[in-house]
């Protein structure tokens, strides 16, 4: 796995010492109020550290970076393709930032350095995601990268007490312009 460099950002591999980083976010409300189920529970130091190892190992399945300051290759969160399916050249996309590091543009930038290693490195031609409906900064976000909404699944997740709707959200290789 090699490392995709941005103009602010790396996409590099997993290490031990981001440990304590993925700790700074993972029980976090704010940061994982929208992310899966498997996130939004606490999550005990063992956990995080088992998660980490099997991803050092190369055990977590798919295509999985840390989203790094290019300079320092600082944690800032992370990034990966996931159920990659080599038949139908698709894969899911999932990133997550820590507080610290959102609202600066740095999603943006490793969406599109993931999207084009995904369509030109990879070969796939389709990149989808579920995102909340109510999630409206990653709704922009992804819609920048170039991202359309192909369906809603309505009431399919339970947020902040109530039912909320899923975007399904898809890119095609043809559609992607760097």
Sequence with gaps: ?????????MLREYRQEDLSALRAWVNDTETTRYLAGSYRRPQTWEQTEEWLMRRLNGDAGGEGYVIADKETQKYLGQIDLMMIDPIARKAELAI???????????????????LAYAFYTMNLN?????????????VRCYERAG???EGVLRN???????????LIMGIL???FHP
């Design 147 to 149: 991202f359309k909404t």
């Design 173 to 175: 290789k043809e559609e």
């Design 126 to 138: 389709r990149v989808w995601l579920k995102c909340a409906g109510k999630n409206e900064a990653a």
């Design 96 to 114: 997550v930032l820590m507080p610290q590091a959102q609202k600066k543009g740095y999603a943006l930038e490793s969406i599109r350095l993931i």
């Design 1 to 9: 796995m090699g490392r995709l460099i941005g103009n602010r950002v």
């Design 156 to 166: 399919d997740l339970y947020i902040d007490g109530e039912y909320t709707n899923a």
